[in-house]
């Protein structure tokens, strides 16, 4: 894979922004959560308008919680929810998960939920998870499989939607079928068996 600036496929509009707001820490982590303590140091990556890092950040009084996104508007929301609720443990910045900006061995755990779909180079991310996670810690990621997504009732413009999303992922150069990659991209970042726990679920 060639090494590119990490994007994201839909953009940061308004209604990207409600819908992800939506997403809490019960629904889309809730496979990690009950290794968590309170006193856990943890990296959210990719963490958007930061819906799930907030729910985190109140589980775990006396650790710390840092989402990081490409896109500095939803930064800007991200601390501001924070605030609002009176969280001092949580804290949101711009910055790319291709090059981290800590140091080896930083936190307990390093999450992704929805990331590595929309990156060209997702072994490299895998590579920088691992870098900045202790010894003992892991690395959590969801990822989506657009090959299974599924509607009930369906429709012809469902269908499409999911057609044109899977297009705009690849014109990225990223893979829409992330889900059922990930065993393969840890295998091909070897050294990630060392760390005691790679968690993978697909949606």
Same mark, same amino acid.
């Given at each position: ?20 707001? $939506?997403?809490? /820490? ?5 496979? @990690? ?7 856990? =140091?943890?990296?959210?990556? #990719?963490? #958007?308008? #930061? ?8 589980l775990i009084s006396r650790g710390?919680?840092?989402? $990081?996104? *490409?896109?500095?508007? &939803? ?11 009176? $969280? ?5 910045? &711009? ?6 900006? @800590? ?12 990331? $590595? ?6 072994? *490299? ?7 900045? =996670?202790?010894?003992? #810690? @892991? ?9 299974? /997504?599924? @509607? ?7 269908? %499409? ?5 899977? *297009? ?17 991209? &840890? %295998? ?5 068996? %060392?760390?005691?726990?790679?968690? &993978?679920?697909?949606?």
């Open positions: 894979m060639t090494s590119k600036e990490p994007t994201y496929s839909l953009g940061y509009s308004p209604a990207v922004v409600d819908r992800h707001s $939506l997403r809490r /820490a019960s629904t889309c982590c809730s496979y @990690f959560l009950p290794h968590l303590n309170p006193t856990s =140091c943890i990296l959210d990556l #990719g963490c #958007g308008p #930061g819906s799930i890092t907030t729910d985190v950040a109140l710390s919680i840092i989402g $990081l996104d *490409a896109g500095p508007t &939803v930064v800007d929301i991200a601390n501001a929810k924070a605030k609002e609720l009176g $969280l001092s443990n949580c804290s949101f910045q &711009v910055g790319d998960v291709m090059k981290l900006p @800590f140091d080896d061995e930083t936190f307990d755990v390093v999450y992704t939920h929805q990331l $590595l779909i929309h990156l060209p180079d997702p072994v *490299a991310a895998i590579k920088e998870m691992k870098r900045v =996670c202790k010894v003992g #810690g @892991f690395v959590a990621c969801r990822e989506s499989d657009m090959d299974d /997504a599924v @509607f009930y009732p369906s429709t012809h413009s469902l269908k %499409r939607s999911v057609q044109i999303m899977e *297009a705009m992922i690849r014109e990225k150069g990223s893979e829409p079928q992330a889900g059922k990659l990930l065993r393969r991209w &840890v %295998r091909e970042k070897q050294d990630l068996k %060392r760390r005691r726990l790679w968690k &993978v679920i697909v949606i």
